[in-house]
């Protein structure tokens, strides 16, 4: 089993950034790929972006290319998404989650967190 909390959602006015963060416990951290996936009200869940267990490789929704960033830290256990530039349209519940290998579809990934909540503001 992996655990996974999610922390740093938040309000935030269009145009500014946010940093989450996501602690895991349990199996072997460094064994998961990790992936951040967000829902917005009435609509489905969707990848956001995806890292590596080594950190050399990362994925991005093309809604996000260019203003989110993922990063892990191993020795830590935490991922991290810097957000930038956001919108209106990012506001969302943002889940992490943890897969054998990198993938982007929300039915690969085994364990996820709670969730937290991103609102931007117009």
């Known amino acids: 089993q992996v655990q996974l909390v999610e922390s740093g959602g938040g309000l935030v006015q269009a145009g500014g950034s946010l940093r989450l963060s996501c602690a895991a416990s349990?199996?072997?951290?460094?064994?998961?790929?990790l992936g951040w996936f967000r829902q917005a009200p009435g609509k489905e869940r969707e990848f956001v972006a995806a890292?590596?267990?080594?950190?050399?490789?990362?994925y991005y929704a093309d809604s996000v290319k260019g203003r989110f960033t993922i990063s892990r830290d191993n020795a830590k256990n935490t991922v991290a998404l810097q957000m930038n530039s956001l919108k209106p349209e990012d506001t969302a519940a943002y889940y992490c989650?943890?897969?054998?290998?990198?993938?982007?579809?929300?039915?690969?990934?085994?364990?996820w967190g709670q969730g937290t909540q991103v609102t931007v503001s117009s």
């Open positions: 349990g199996r072997t951290f460094s064994n998961y790929a």
């Open positions: 989650a943890a897969s054998r290998g990198l993938r982007v579809r929300q039915y690969d990934y085994n364990y």
């Open positions: 890292v590596s267990w080594s950190g050399d490789t990362t």
